[in-house]
């Protein structure tokens, strides 16, 4: 037993440093998992990190050039890379249409490439995902006669294309969703992926042959997020393999806009950060006060006549502003999960 106010040799020695060197190196590594897992155990720095991808990001790897047609009483359009492996229908929401998909070119004069939309594409176009989007007939989707001639299209398109032998699967959003959980059992999908929408799993007959669905949705909106907690308990109790995906709120940065928005430079983007800063839009720390859609902040471009911007991109500042609040819209910003989802349900 050591005298008080004895010091050991060998604490003096060797053995001091490496203690010190461990104690610091449990010091750091605390350090680095609280700020990089706290906030509920998510990342928070992952979604703000994604979000920085830019529009050109896929240049090097994929350009759209799709093919259009009128079918059946709609707007078809598709692309196919090299050596496809899957095929991905997707389905837009309320007000969409499939000519949000892709970038306007001359064999698509009318598309408008929403971001997030287009990155979609995009990414699936790059993991070798044959991708087609249709658009409904009417505002929103309905879900009796349009789910079969949806159908007849999609097996019309896939004979013409000879992709009868690629597996198929299915992304909706909004009013797309609910439609792409009710195409579910109407025809064979290897899987599906519902954004922003809990599906109309109260309102059908659920086989257990139904497809893997995941769900991509944005907590805020609490009374989707208690519907879809709901319908994954219905799935599950069936059988049949659920996955949730939750899209927190973001900050906005000067070149945010510019990051996800093709057309804006980053001149414009930084002077639009700077009047949403003056206008109370966003708080001190880059957040959106409100959902995009409830800011005045068209009005408030009107006001800055120093702000000349091609107008045909309003409806994508929209997007990325609903995006970063984070209540109801579609996002690409989690397409790495969403496609590994698909390709772990077509081996």
Known sequence: ??????KSKAWNGPWRCQVLVLFMSLILIVVVFLLKYQNDGQQPSLVYEVSKQKWNSFDSLVQLHP???FQNGTDVIWQIPKSPKAVLFLAHGCNGRAANFWDRSLECPDCIGLPEERLIVLHSLARGF???AISSLGRCWTFREEVLIVKDIIKWWINKTKLEKLPLVALGASSGGYFVSVLATNMRLNSIVLMIAEGMFEQ???EEKYPPTLFVH???DLYRKQKIERNTEILRNKGIRVSVIECKEFP???NFLTDRIQGLDQTLSAKLFELFQMKGFIDQNGYMRKDGRGMQWKRALKERKNLLFDK???PHIQEELNLAFSFHEMTSLHS???LKWFESHIR
């Open 218 to 220: 944005m907590p805020k």
């Open 1 to 6: 037993m050591l005298k008080r106010g004895y």
């Open 252 to 254: 906005l940065s000067s």
């Open 204 to 206: 059908m007959e659920i």
């Open 67 to 69: 093919t259009r047609v």
């Open 130 to 132: 044959a991708v087609i």
């Open 312 to 314: 045909r991109l309003v």
């Open 336 to 338: 790495d999960q969403i």
